[in-house]
């Protein structure tokens, strides 16, 4: 793999760095702690001796809310030109106030106007607190935003027990409530905020990722392309060097019929009358059927590695090799090298006996060793390149899909609003 590639993690993970590093941080709102209210409601009805009590746990102090104690008579909006005012955000709402009671708090459901116009018109009729229930059955409280509301305590309930509150208020029951501050909860680690970054910080990375693949698998590409062309024509000249040997046939009283003289390298046999041999560049016999296809695979002596596409003036622009893949990068970087010392390398060898080479415009074949990764360390690299995309893509999906699970189900428990 070329280098560009090899340094595809160590981009990716720059850039990720990167873009976490730039971007935006929100407003600490979604990560501000919050403290429960435990809420105590006292009903009156009339003709029954003993009152009735229940108890609220599930209450939550507003943010800008001061967290104190406070007791009152609970008071429900009166009906504006008859139609009943549970919102308290017309300007025309009005709360009839006893004159015996000295402190009240409103009671006010959520939703048409912000929770600080709520609060405040309360508070502008002498409220010493508002109790605010939700408008969605199936949702938990939430920590209200209501700056610049004064001392007024602000708490939300559920919806099931606001109504129930107001079911007696509409029979004109009193209805008496004791607010107390219950437990601090820590800031929660995720919002929409951070569920919304860390979702695009995933894809972004995720985006990142699938384009280095697509390079890396286009470079792979190109490289087997270029191998497979490469190999073609390493068998084109092989061929074409093969034509070129002397071949001749054994009869009797040649010194290849000699007991004493070597055997066929490659069967390990030794020659006999009418076997047909091949004889190479240097001099060493081998029977034909059996040096060719060796010479077609190496391109080299089976017994002193001389290399016959030299040799014989045939040389490709690869190394007679087997079928490994090439460093063309490297391949590149020494082909203006070994032209300037091929020649040389040819003439100085003076037991072969040959013509030198003198081939213009061919690109001399550099040393195999330099050339060519061994086949088994091809194989640990491919292993572990594999093993580390696949790691990195399981561990990012598993811990963006654990982050979205665990941001939505606590998306409620930590929400803050205007509303």
């Given at each position: 793999m070329s280098g560009a590639a090899r340094a595809g993690p160590a981009r990716l993970a720059a850039l990720a760095l990167l873009?976490?590093?730039?971007?935006?941080?929100?407003?600490?709102?979604?990560?501000?702690?919050?403290?429960?209210?435990?809420?105590?409601?006292?009903?009156?009805?009339?003709?029954?001796?003993?009152p009735l009590t229940f108890r609220i746990d599930r209450g939550r102090y507003g943010l800008d809310s001061p967290k104190a104690e406070v007791r009152g008579q609970v008071l429900a909006p009166l009906p504006i030109h008859g139609v009943a005012d549970h919102l308290g955000c017309d300007p025309q709402t009005r709360f009839l106030v006893p004159p015996n009671i000295k402190q009240w708090i409103a009671l006010l459901q959520r939703g048409n106007c912000t929770f600080k116009e709520k609060i405040s018109r309360a508070a502008f009729h002498n409220a010493v607190a508002v109790v605010i229930y939700n408008n969605k059955s199936k949702e938990?409280?939430?920590?209200?935003?209501?700056?610049?509301?004064?001392?007024?305590?602000?708490?939300?309930?559920?919806?099931?027990?606001?109504?129930?509150?107001?079911?007696?208020?509409?029979?004109?029951?009193?209805?008496?409530?004791?607010?107390?501050?219950?437990?601090?909860?820590?800031?929660?680690n995720f919002s929409r905020g951070s569920l919304v970054f860390v979702s695009i910080s995933f894809i972004v990375l995720m985006i990142i990722s699938s384009a280095w693949l697509i390079f890396y698998f286009i470079q792979k590409i190109r490289y087997t392309n270029a191998r497979d062309r490469n190999q073609r024509r390493l068998g084109d000249a092989a061929k074409k060097a093969i034509s070129k040997l002397t071949t001749r046939t054994v009869k009797k009283g040649d010194k290849e019929t000699d007991p004493d003289f070597d055997h066929c390298a490659v069967c390990i046999e030794s020659y006999k009358q009418n076997d047909v041999v091949r004889v190479l560049p240097c001099k060493h016999v081998f029977h034909?059927?059996?040096?060719?296809?060796?010479?077609?695979?190496?391109?080299?002596?089976?017994?002193?590695?001389?290399?016959?596409?030299?040799?014989?003036?045939?040389?490709?622009?690869?190394?007679?090799?087997?079928?490994?893949?090439?460093?063309?990068?490297?391949?590149?970087?020494?082909?203006?090298?070994?032209?300037?010392?091929?020649?040389?390398?040819?003439?100085?060898?003076?037991?072969?006996?040959?013509?030198?080479?003198?081939?213009?415009?061919?690109?001399?074949?550099?040393?195999?060793?330099?050339?060519?990764?061994?086949?088994?360390?091809?194989?640990?690299?491919?292993?572990?390149?594999?093993?580390?995309?696949?790691?990195?893509?399981?561990?990012?999906?598993?811990?963006?899909?654990?982050?979205?699970?665990?941001?939505?189900?606590?998306?409620?428990?930590?929400?803050?609003?205007?509303?």
């Open positions: 873009t976490c590093s730039l971007w935006p941080t929100r407003a600490d709102n979604a990560s501000q702690e919050y403290y429960t209210a435990l809420i105590n409601v006292t009903v009156q009805e009339p003709g029954r001796g003993t938990e409280p939430v920590t209200m935003t209501h700056p610049g509301t004064g001392d007024i305590i602000a708490v939300m309930i559920t919806e099931l027990r606001g109504k129930d509150i107001l079911s007696y208020l509409e029979k004109n029951i009193s209805v008496q409530m004791t607010i107390a501050v219950g437990t601090r909860m820590p800031p929660k034909k059927s059996c040096v060719d296809p060796w010479l077609s695979e190496h391109c080299t002596c089976p017994m002193c590695k001389l290399n016959i596409l030299k040799a014989l003036g045939i040389v490709p622009n690869l190394p007679c090799t087997d079928n490994v893949a090439f460093d063309m990068e490297r391949l590149t970087r020494t082909q203006a090298v070994n032209r300037r010392s091929a020649l040389g390398d040819l003439a100085s060898d003076s037991s072969l006996g040959l013509e030198p080479l003198r081939t213009s415009g061919i690109s001399p074949l550099p040393q195999d060793g330099e050339l060519t990764p061994r086949t088994g360390e091809i194989n640990i690299a491919v292993t572990k390149e594999w093993f580390i995309i696949a790691s990195f893509g399981l561990l990012s999906a598993l811990t963006l899909c654990y982050m979205i699970i665990r941001a939505t189900a606590s998306l409620n428990a930590n929400e803050v609003e205007w509303f």
